[in-house]
Nanobody, 125 residues
Framework: QVQLVESGGGLVQAGGSLRLSCEAS????????MGWFRQAPGKEREFVAG????????RYADSVKGRFTVSRDNAQNMLYLQMNTLKPEDTAVYYC??????????????????WGKGTLVTVSS
């Protein structure tokens, strides 16, 4: 069974940094797009960052571009999100997701087939 497990969330002051990790097990996703989504209380789940199977295509939401960096290590089935210059509005549960087919970046939650349970990021002011 496919499993995605996020880690690295926590409490950080505005302007600080966190690095999120996602470990995939049960199958490999080396040719599949993966990404990060987030959901704040009372809000819809939204796209944060996505990366294609061989990291040739990367997409970011406008709200995080220039501050966040997504990367992957296919040999280890790991996905990362380096978050710098964090803002209180970044506070949310962050989810790792993977597409079930090969291809490029997906930016809508409905295009992703596998999800982690999330890790909470809280940015205080």
């Amino acid at each position: 069974q496919v499993q995605l497990v996020e880690s690295g969330g926590g409490l950080v002051q505005a302007g600080g940094s966190l690095r999120l990790s996602c470990e995939a097990s049960g199958r490999t996703f080396r040719t599949n797009a993966m990404g990060w989504f987030r959901q704040a209380p009372g809000k819809e789940r939204e796209f944060v960052a996505g990366i294609s199977g061989i990291s040739s295509t990367i997409r970011y939401a406008d709200s995080v571009k220039g501050r966040f960096t997504v990367s992957r290590d296919n040999a280890q089935n790991m996905l990362y999100l380096q978050m710098n210059t964090l803002k209180p509005e970044d506070t949310a549960v962050y989810y790792c997701a993977a597409s079930g087919v090969f291809g490029g970046v997906r930016t809508t939650p409905s295009d992703m087939d596998y999800w982690g349970k999330g890790t909470l990021v809280t940015v205080s002011s």
